[in-house]
């Protein structure tokens, strides 16, 4: 499975910014849980958001009301709309796959991994 993330860049605090992650054309995607971590420098990966089969979403406290994740499954790709964006959210964000994850937002839950986008936020 191929997960190739896009979209991150660099905004001021409030700004907006939406990811997108594609999935190889061989992968089913409406059979995964599909989730998006972030890793602040020099901090550990922390789950973000994640969505079951059946379209069930989980979020982060930090990220309710501002992040919402949704996905394509006709042109495979998952995206993180975020708004209201803060310092605080700058980091790496990847993107995230498994079967079995139900949807977790600890990262060792998912097998699968893009190489990341990098979100930074300014003040």
């Known amino acids: 499975v191929q997960l190739v993330e896009s979209g991150g860049g660099s905004v001021q605090a409030g700004g907006s910014l939406t990811l997108s992650c594609t999935i190889s054309p061989d992968f089913k995607i409406e059979y995964y849980v599909m989730a998006w971590f972030r890793q602040p420098p020099g901090k550990g990966r922390e789950g973000v958001a994640a969505?079951?089969?059946?379209?069930?979403?989980n979020y982060a406290d930090s990220v309710k009301g501002r992040f919402t994740l949704f996905k394509d499954n006709a042109n495979k790709i998952v995206y993180l709309e975020m708004n209201n964006l803060t310092p605080e959210d700058s980091g790496m964000y990847y993107c995230?796959?498994?079967?079995?994850?139900?949807?977790?937002?600890?990262?060792?839950?998912?097998?699968?991994w893009g190489q990341g986008t990098q979100v930074t936020v300014s003040s």
């Open positions: 995230a796959a498994d079967p079995k994850a139900h949807p977790s937002l600890a990262a060792g839950a998912y097998a699968d």
């Open positions: 969505i079951a089969t059946d379209g069930f979403t």
